[in-house]
Antibody, heavy 116, light 107 residues
Framework: EVQLVESGGGLVQPGGSLRLSCAAS????????MNWVRQAPGKGLDLISY????????YYADSVKGRFTISRDNVQNSVYLQMNSLRVEDTAVYFC?????????WGQGTLVTVSS | DIQMTQSPPSLSASVGDRVTITCQASQDIITYLNWYQQKIGKAPKLLIFGASSLETGVPSRFSGSGSGTDFTFTISSLQPEDIATYYC?????????FGGGTKVEIK
């Protein structure tokens, strides 16, 4: 069974940093691209970052470019999102998702709240 | 980026009604389209992939159709447990992009 478990969310002040982790199991992690998708309170789904299998292709949405960094460890079967210079508008549930194609699978999400 | 326009933003229907949601892509995405169901406080659940293929275990009252730029998602007979927000998402190009969602309520 495919499992994706996010961790690392919490309350942080504006300008602060957080590192999200997503632990994968139940599939060959190194064969899949990975995504971070966020959902602000009461809003829709927004892909903010993607990393390919060998980290050669990386995408960031304009809203997070220069502040967030995605990485992966194919030995630890994990993907990470380093979030710096956090803003109030980054408040959201952050989902880790395996390749958003016919094999899409999602974690349960972790809540990030940016507030003073 | 490919823009996905989903409508309506919300709808209210009675149990047993047929419900239809549409999604339009800003360019040809062939059939590289997913449909998700998201219940409150939960992660999105994949219902339909490839525009019309039903994910394993998903009830047959859910269906999808379309190709190119115009797509339709249908619930043939709305059930109380179908209350959720539904999203389309294209995977023809990077980045994957989502429609704005359709909130389905029971009348």
């Amino acid at each position: 069974e495919v499992q994706l478990v996010e961790s690392g969310g919490g309350l942080v002040q504006p300008g602060g940093s957080l590192r999200l982790s997503c632990a994968a199991s139940g599939f060959t992690f190194s064969l899949y691209g990975m995504n971070w998708v966020r959902q602000a309170p009461g809003k829709g789904l927004d892909l903010i970052s993607y990393i390919s299998t060998t980290s050669t292709t990386i995408y960031y949405a304009d809203s997070v470019k220069g502040r967030f960094t995605i990485s992966r460890d194919n030995v630890q079967n994990s993907v990470y999102l380093q979030m710096n210079s956090l803003r109030v508008e980054d408040t959201a549930v952050y989902f880790c998702a395996r390749d958003l194609d016919y094999e899409a699978s999602w974690g349960q999400g972790t809540l990030v709240t940016v507030s003073s | 980026d490919i823009q996905m326009t989903q409508s309506p933003p919300s709808l209210s229907a009675s149990v047993g009604d047929r419900v239809t949601i549409t999604c339009q892509a800003s360019q040809d995405i062939i059939t590289y389209l997913n449909w998700y169901q998201q219940k409150i406080g939960k992660a999105p659940k994949l219902l339909i992939f490839g525009a019309s293929s039903l994910e394993t275990g998903v009830p047959s009252r859910f269906s999808g159709s379309g190709s190119g730029t115009d797509f339709t998602f249908t619930i043939s007979s709305l059930q109380p447990e179908d209350i959720a927000t539904y999203y389309c998402q294209q995977y023809h190009g990077l980045p994957a992009t989502f429609g704005g969602g359709t909130k389905v309520e029971i009348k």
